[in-house]
């Protein structure tokens, strides 16, 4: 079975290091010319109130193994309309 996986960031004021480091490693890991199609990592940013938000990674199936690179814990299909594309191909939402 494929499932999405996730990983929270914290902060949205400091998630940009990992944000990057995450679009670096996911280009190593899946060159354009040989990546799967729907093959990609998303972010939504949650607010609980507070005064920030929380930046949350997705990681479609297709990303499964850099996923568990990152220790990312399965989770359900994320509401696709909510997410923005950080890295890789939106064939898959």
Known sequence: MHHWHSL??????????????IRESFETCYPPAGRPPGTAVYVRHESMGGLHCEVIVFFSPGAASLARVFNAAPCNDPPTDQLERLTGDDAGT
């Open 8 to 21: 929270p960031l914290g902060d949205a004021l400091t998630a940009h290091l990992a944000l990057e480091r």
